[in-house]
């Protein structure tokens, strides 16, 4: 396969993680990188070690919650302040008013882009798409996004992406993404499926300070808390959750987008999805296996539950941005071939 640049954007534990993966694909190169305040771009390449190095600690892209952002300082460990944190420290970045135009501007030299930033408004990744088609975007574009109504979303944009010469893949990472297409796979055996249940466990022992994100998120699907009163909690209280769970904290029924995704792809209806898990902030082993179970009715009649498991000695990072990153050169073999649109995991193959 040819050659593939692609940029990030974001630059948090998804976006870090996914620079850092991208080091073992031949065929992949980093060539941008943004977060809030700043951009690297790059055609020959991103020294990626040396922009993770620069950014390490609490990344610029994260929600501020008392009026500034802020980053530690790899060798010192004190944190920097304001215009001095993420991309910025780089000897790479330059500041920017508006890093994600800067990728636009760019992007006839920029084969896909992985969208890594934080989703704390329902509407956020479907506007930032609205923006790229708007600067007049014509490649891949790729997100991990857990929330089940912002896939409607995408699709009411699927005629102007067609338009466009945009193929954008949905729903990317571990679930839904790598956890959705197991189960499309698993569905194959039977003629009616009657229940998916996907039950994932992620242990993060570097705790919140380095997952702002990702924890910040999960607790949004909490029975107390929604994706909005989520976004207004201070870190202290974000903190004082995790206390009362004593680090651990469970999800049920959680609003995953894997049930829509598979009800798109005709494996079964979405209320026959069910998805919940296990984070354990305070560990890195995983406090449950992740599996994903499969239960229907075979054409002679038995019923039967096929099973996926993930090993538990994978990483979160590993089972978000391997398969990101497939899904992402599956998508650039798409639009090649000139296929527009949007895609869900449950659809396609990744790439390896």
């Not at 920029?110 to 890594?116: E, F, R, S, T």
């Amino acid at each position: 396969m040819d050659e593939i640049t692609f940029a990030i954007l974001g630059t948090g534990g998804i976006g870090r993680r996914a620079l850092e993966v991208s080091q073992h694909k031949e065929n992949l190169t980093p060539v941008a990188a943004c977060d809030r305040r700043g951009t690297a771009i790059d055609f020959d390449g991103l020294d990626v070690d040396e922009l993770l190095a620069a950014t390490e600690g609490n990344i610029d892209n994260e929600v501020a919650t008392d009026g500034g952002a802020t980053s530690v300082d790899g060798e010192s460990g004190v944190k920097q302040h304001g215009e001095g944190a993420g991309i910025v420290a780089s000897a790479q970045g330059r500041p920017s008013e508006d890093p994600i135009q800067d990728v636009i501007d760019y992007g006839d030299g920029i084969d896909a882009v992985l969208l890594a930033l934080p989703n704390y408004e329902h509407d956020f990744i479907p506007r930032t798409a609205d923006r790229f088609l708007e600067g007049g975007y014509s490649g891949v574009m790729i997100d991990v996004l857990k929330r089940s109504r912002v896939i409607d979303m995408l699709d009411d944009r699927s005629e102007a992406f067609e338009n466009a010469g945009i193929t954008f893949i949905c729903g990317a990472g571990a679930t839904p993404g790598l956890l959705t297409g197991a189960a499309a796979l698993a569905a194959q055996t039977f003629v009616e499926v009657t229940d998916v249940d996907i039950w994932w466990g992620v242990g993060l022992k570097s705790g919140y300070e380095d997952n702002r994100g990702t924890v910040r998120e999960d607790i949004a699907h909490l029975p107390e808390y929604d994706i909005e009163t989520a976004r207004e909690l201070s870190d202290d209280e974000i903190e004082s959750i995790i206390d009362d769970h004593d680090g651990v904290i469970e999800f049920e029924d959680m609003e995953h987008a894997d049930d829509v995704l598979l009800e798109r792809a005709g494996v079964c209806d979405a209320e026959d999805v069910t998805v919940g898990g296990v984070l354990d902030v305070e560990s890195n082993e995983k406090p449950t296996t992740t599996t994903v179970s499969v239960t229907g009715r075979t054409f002679d009649g038995e019923t039967a539950t096929n099973t996926f498991q993930l090993g538990d000695a994978t990483s979160m990072e590993a089972n978000v941005n391997g398969p990101a990153l497939g899904y992402l050169q599956t998508g650039v073999r798409r639009n090649r071939a000139g296929e527009y649109g949007v895609f869900g995991p449950a659809e396609l193959m990744p790439g390896f």
